[in-house]
């Protein structure tokens, strides 16, 4: 973000300053659109994608996302070298935030419509996954912060970076069906691995499937008409009926989230100014939430409590809600109407943790007891469509965040 304003602000003006003429300053108001050209397309296609992704083929969805995706940060990255007027410049940069969350939500909803295919467990360690990439980012801002390089430098590192990361996730995604295990699952695919639990349940009673050696009445009736024939895959309102309470669920704890993080997180202020100044937010803010966040996530595949039928787990969620009066209250400047009741730091950083902590567990926790609710032939339709709902979260709370901002 710094290096998108510094380009927007100082781009033109430089030859202005040469001839001892400055141009009025053009305010572009840059993170206000960014969020809402992320969160736009991000909303709009990981719906489009829970209903099309039956049309069209998984590999094409996949592997064309990460290609496009790609060439939109390698033009990003080439941009850093290319001098360009401010206007221009910043319609680009809009343009290109505005495809990347095109390409990346169908990418996200059709890999975890593929993770839903897989043992539980599986889907517990894509979400901590994605914790860990908000952890590696906020990380790769310390180091350019100590390393004190010009903003050119590390923008251009920056958006090198995600062209590396996206090339090594494109041939890994190619090389996925050479793997026994790849092929075992998606090869045979949901209905066929859902057959052979169907079978498994069918032939199995409390005495076994014999009875004096002889098969009992449900193996004989298997054995006569062989095998079930694979379920049909139900429709989308269907699927939506088994797993609306998770839906909603995921849904609450991002528009909690993004309500105020960053928001409002963003702007607390350290009582200590000074050299720790510098680092307070990318320390206590951005890199405890992205740590916190991935261990969140990752605890779910250790021990998952509350269990998915309890109503403990909705209220879990909703218990949330008492983050966003405690972090406004804390030490966010400029502020105008409420009073600042956890001013030290250490306050802050502690309800940070718990913050991120609950958040990283109750959406993993949401988006892997969905695909539970239907295994089988629906379990990709059950994970296209969380994430949409993990979408619309995001999408309410960063709609939320500029009132709740306002009402500081």
């Known amino acids: ?209 014999t009875e004096n050696g002889k098969p009992n009445g449900q193996a004989r009736l298997a054995l006569e008409n062989g095998p079930p024939s694979p379920a049909k895959k139900s429709s989308v309102i269907q699927v939506f009926k088994k797993i609306k309470v998770m839906a909603l669920c995921v849904t609450l704890v991002f528009t909690i989230t993004l309500s105020v993080f960053p928001a409002v997180t963003a702007d607390v202020k350290t009582l200590y100014p000074g050299k720790w100044e510098a680092y307070f937010i990318p320390v206590c803010c951005f890199l405890t939430f992205n740590l916190m966040d991935w261990i969140g996530r990752s605890i779910p595949s250790v021990v998952q409590w509350p269990p998915k039928e309890s109503r403990l787990f909705p209220a879990l969620v909703a218990a949330r809600l008492l983050f966003v009066p405690l972090l406004v209250l804390c030490n966010v400047q400029a502020r105008a109407r409420l009073p600042v009741w956890f001013a030290h730091d250490a306050l802050f950083t502690a309800i940070m943790v718990l913050f991120s902590l609950s958040n990283g567990y109750c959406v993993c926790l949401s988006m892997s007891y969905a695909p539970q609710a239907e295994r089988g032939p629906d379990a990709e339709t059950a994970g296209a469509l969380m994430t949409f709902f993990l979408a619309l979260g995001l999408s309410l709370g960063a709609a939320l965040s500029f009132p709740l901002r306002f009402l500081v």
Request: charged content about 15%; hydrophobic content about 50%.
């Open 1 to 209: 973000a710094q290096y998108f304003q510094r380009r927007l602000r100082h781009e033109v003006n430089e030859s202005a300053w040469a001839n001892g003429t400055v141009p009025l300053q053009k305010e572009y108001h840059f993170n206000n659109w960014m969020t809402l050209l992320s969160q736009l397309p991000l909303l709009l296609f990981t719906f489009l994608n829970s209903f099309l992704y039956q049309w069209i083929a998984e590999k094409v969805r996949i592997a064309g996302s990460l290609v496009f995706i790609l060439i939109l940060f390698a033009l990003t990255a080439a941009l850093v070298k290319v001098p360009m007027e401010q206007d221009q410049f910043f319609s680009v940069t809009m343009a290109t935030i505005w495809f990347i969350n095109s390409f990346g939500a169908v990418l996200q909803g059709s890999l975890f419509g593929l993770v839903g295919i897989l043992p539980q467990r599986y889907s517990a360690v894509f979400m901590s996954g994605q914790a860990l990439a908000g952890t590696f980012a906020a990380l790769a801002m310390l180091m350019a912060i100590a390393s004190e390089a010009d903003r050119e430098t590390a923008a251009l590192g920056y958006f090198i970076t995600p062209c590396v990361g996206t090339l090594v996730t494109l041939v890994s995604y190619l090389a996925l069906p050479h793997l026994e295990f790849a092929r075992f699952y998606f090869s045979a695919g949901g209905p066929k691995t859902y057959e052979l639990e169907s079978n498994d349940e069918l032939l199995r009673t409390e005495n076994g499937p």
